[in-house]
């Protein structure tokens, strides 16, 4: 068994729900991905690091993020996973709103100005969440060079992004969860 295939197993075990569901966009569908129930799995969270920075193994960037609160351990497991393989990668978290007190920050985390970043989620359905991160990274100063998902359920993410300028990929598609 690969990483990957392993983690797709994970995924249909924990994560599938089906059901009527209304999603983030405010959209109407028939299964949700509770991705939360993968990332936060002791099992399933080792592998989410190592196939996503496998996925992305190409990109040049030292910094990984997203708004929160899917992307966080997503973003957490890549830095583990880099470290465990003798490497570095510091992470962010993207607030949905600047936080009233204390050091009113945006952004929590490593300070992305100047560097390239990664945006990363745990699934994307329009890339309106990954987009809003894009947004917030950019006005902090930071150079996001993709954004990068672990399930994308294939209902416009790849096209959104791609029209703001960026690439786009993927870990697992709806083919390998037996949901086309
Ligand atoms: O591609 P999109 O249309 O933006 O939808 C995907 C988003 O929806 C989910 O988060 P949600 O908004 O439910 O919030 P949470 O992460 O705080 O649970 C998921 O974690 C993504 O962030
Ligand atoms: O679009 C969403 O809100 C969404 C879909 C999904 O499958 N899983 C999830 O956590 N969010």
Redesign the pocket.
Known sequence: MTDRSDLIAHIKDLAVVHGRVT???G?EADYYID??RVTLDGAASPLVGRVMNELVADLDFDAVG???????PVATAMLHARAAAGGRLDAFVVR?SAKEHGMQRRIEGTDVAGRRVLVV????????????AVEAVREAGGEVVAVA?VVD?G?G?AERVGDAGLEYRYAVDLADLGLS
Do not use: Q, W
Not at 122 to 132: F, Q, R, V, Y
């Open positions: 999603l983030a966009s959209k991705m939360r997203g708004l929160t609160l899917g992307a966080d949905k989620e745990d699934t994307s359905t329009t890339g309106g969440s990954a987009l809003t998902v359920r209902t993410a």
